[in-house]
């Protein structure tokens, strides 16, 4: 079954720790997106990147850090400068450069900080 | 930069009948995507159904089409025969290309959906 993985479904964490949320696709998408969801906020966007080894800053990055070493994992770290990091983290990917463009999400993270 | 405004944060609709959610956008492209997305209480992201900008015909998936207003940037979701799995979250997107070439979504803050027996 081809499809997006991200685990764990629900994480918690104490204050001051970095978390690293999980993203796999087997897909053979080139494209992955990290986003966040809050109540009332629809999906902002973390970070993206296009194709290995290269990633963009999306709508609100800081506190965020991601890395793209494969093109089937799009692994996103929520640092400790990230003073709200309670939300939940959807991940996503599509083909690039297609007529037929759409992003296929994963089942998403649930981050509790306390 | 594209904006996506869904103006309605709440619906609801009975059982068997039609519901019209709304969506704008705002754009100076002449060519462009739109998609609606349905988030159910799983959380789990579902494309609905897509939209391409150049093509006049509306878009149609079974119970679900659209009413694609180029002129004026409009993009609303018809739901026919609701039915009760219809409940759900129900996202606008625009898909815009970066100056570096990079493809993105653009989301509007949706539209609850509650389907009444």
């Known amino acids: 079954d081809g499809g997006i993985t991200q685990s764990p479904k629900y994480l918690f964490r104490k204050e001051g720790q970095n978390v690293t949320l999980s993203c796999e696709q087997n897909l053979n998408h080139d494209a992955m997106y990290w986003y966040r969801q809050d109540p009332g906020q629809g999906l902002r966007l973390i970070y993206y990147s296009q194709i290995v080894n290269d990633f963009q800053k999306g709508d609100i990055a800081e506190g965020y850090s991601v890395s793209r070493e494969k093109k089937e994992s799009f692994p996103l770290t929520v640092t400790s400068a990230q003073k709200n990091p309670t939300a939940f983290y959807l991940c996503?990917?599509?083909?690039?450069?297609?007529?037929?463009?759409?992003?296929?999400f994963g089942p998403g993270t649930r981050l509790t900080v306390t | 930069a594209q904006t996506v405004t869904q103006s309605q944060p709440e619906m609801s609709v009975q059982e068997a009948e039609t519901v019209t959610l709304s969506c704008t956008y705002d754009t100076s492209e002449s060519d462009y995507y739109l998609f609606w997305y349905k988030q159910p209480p799983s959380r789990q992201m579902i494309l609905v159904i897509r939209?391409?900008?150049?093509?006049?015909q509306n878009a149609t998936e079974n119970r679900f089409s659209v009413n694609f207003q180029k002129a004026a940037k409009s993009f609303s979701l018809k739901i026919s025969d609701s039915q009760l799995g219809d409940a759900a979250m129900y996202f606008c997107a625009y898909r815009t290309v970066t100056q570096g070439g990079s493809e993105k979504l653009v989301f509007g803050k949706g539209t609850k959906l509650t389907v009444n027996p």
């Open positions: 996503a990917s599509s083909r690039t450069r297609t007529s037929h463009y759409e992003q296929y």
């Open positions: 939209q391409e900008a150049y093509k006049q």
